[in-house]
């Protein structure tokens, strides 16, 4: 067990459809990033919040968005949602220290299906 | 750019083979890391280890072993004596620090199936 919580496990919706992912990084970690994995691209960086602010962003759709809240924990919101959008989403935490690159640890992952 | 190559895109042996997993990456950065992670058939992502680019030294944790050679930007994976519970997806990855920013950049991943 990482220590990093991810909710729902499973999502299954329909195209155009909005849903909300919800991760809980481990204690005292301040940053949370979020993965996609599918069969054809693969384990892509979306997008890292620190301590509440965006920090970084990798090939995330303008139809996608995340935030992190004030106990940290984070949301990744999916909308308008196509087919293609089919794929296992995993959060992220580590601590961020300064300096270092620490390793981050990963949740369970959410299995998003889109019919 | 980054880039991670594992160019085994499935390997199968029978237990108690040893296997080695092949990990090549690009990077024009002085100071990186890599990593290796195991993906069971349960879906999960498991850390294995954590290498950063000034420590050249082989690790070794029980059956699982990693070297790391600069000159050939390889950082392969050697399990000794296979079993069944190690059949996963493997998986290299790279990261830098820039800004504070520590995105992975991941291979496309070994499948290692491991046959009684």
């Known amino acids: 067990d990482s220590g990093v919580t991810q909710t729902p496990k499973h999502l299954i919706t329909a195209t155009g459809q909005r849903v909300t992912l919800r991760c809980s990084p481990r204690?005292?970690?301040?940053?949370v990033y979020w993965y996609q994995q599918s069969l054809d691209q693969g384990l892509q960086f979306l997008i890292q919040?620190?301590?509440?602010?965006?920090?970084a962003k990798g090939n995330i759709l303008e139809r996608f968005s995340a935030q992190q809240f004030p106990d940290l924990h984070s949301e990744l919101n999916l909308s308008s949602l196509e087919l293609g959008d089919s794929a296992l989403y995993f959060c992220?935490?580590?601590?961020?220290?300064?300096?270092?690159?620490?390793?981050?640890?990963f949740g369970p992952g959410t299995r998003l299906t889109v019919l | 750019a980054q880039k991670v190559t594992q160019a085994q895109t499935e390997i199968s042996v029978v237990e108690k083979e040893d296997v080695t997993l092949d990990c090549v990456y690009e990077?024009?950065?002085?100071?990186?890391?890599l990593f290796w992670y195991k993906q069971p058939p349960s879906g999960e992502l498991v850390f294995l280890i954590r290498?950063?680019?000034?420590?050249?030294q082989n690790e070794i944790s029980g059956r699982y072993s990693w070297n790391f050679q600069k000159s050939t930007s390889s950082f392969n994976f050697t399990i000794t004596a296979s079993q069944v519970v190690d059949s996963a997806v493997y998986f290299c990855?790279?990261?830098?620090?820039?800004?504070?920013?520590?995105?992975?950049?991941f291979g496309k991943g070994t499948k290692l199936t491991v046959n009684p």
């Open positions: 992220a935490s580590s601590p961020s220290r300064k300096d270092v690159t620490d390793t981050q640890y």
């Open positions: 204690s005292g970690d301040l940053s």
């Open positions: 919040y620190y301590n509440g602010e965006e920090r």
């Open positions: 990077t024009r950065d002085t100071t990186y890391y």
């Open positions: 290498r950063n680019s000034f420590d050249e």
């Open positions: 990855a790279l990261s830098r620090t820039q800004g504070g920013s520590e995105k992975l950049v």
